[in-house]
């Protein structure tokens, strides 16, 4: 694997296109791309990062605000999603420096809990275990392994036993 030197900084105005272009071409297809903008739009995006290397934007990640909904009161939560480098920088680190900034930054915020949808093999790797093991469903029929929460403060996971409900723009309900 090599390594880049990879700076992660907060998306600017100025980079909407160049990450709509990293979202584009990391999933071969708009969806992705799409989604950031409606999350942009209706004031649910949380922490965008871009990740900038060679002079280029090569790398973008996006947390929402979610919450799991359960019978008592509802825990906010922080929803990953999309994470993307383009394919010429895959397997060098990039969406790893994103997703350990990212995760770092909302500690420091005060986040409490991540929940992410996605590889197995991937996320496991900073932390995340499957979230049905602290009784969190999700609303989709999704491979439990896929099914990712990360506790950011000890404990925060517990208690939070309920559905996932992500933020309106992704079109889950
Ligand atoms: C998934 C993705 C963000 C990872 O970023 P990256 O910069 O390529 O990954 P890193 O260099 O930080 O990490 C490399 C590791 O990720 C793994 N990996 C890369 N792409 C993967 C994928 N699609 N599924 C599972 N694991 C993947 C590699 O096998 C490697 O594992 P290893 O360290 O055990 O050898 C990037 O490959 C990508 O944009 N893929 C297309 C879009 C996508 O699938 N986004 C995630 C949706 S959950």
Known sequence: MTSYAVTIREEQPGDRAAVRR?????FGQPDEADLVERLAGDGAGLLSLVAEAGGGIVGHILFSRAEIAGAAEACPAVALAPVAVLPAHQNS?????????GLKRLKDAGHARVIVLGHPSYYPRFGFEPAGNYGIRCPLDAPPEAFMALALAPGALD???GTMRWA???GIS
């Open 22 to 26: 990293v979202n584009e071409a990391a």
């Open 93 to 101: 680190g990039v969406g790893s420096a994103l997703v350990r900034e």
């Open 159 to 161: 208690g939070c036993a």
């Open 168 to 170: 309106e723009a992704f």
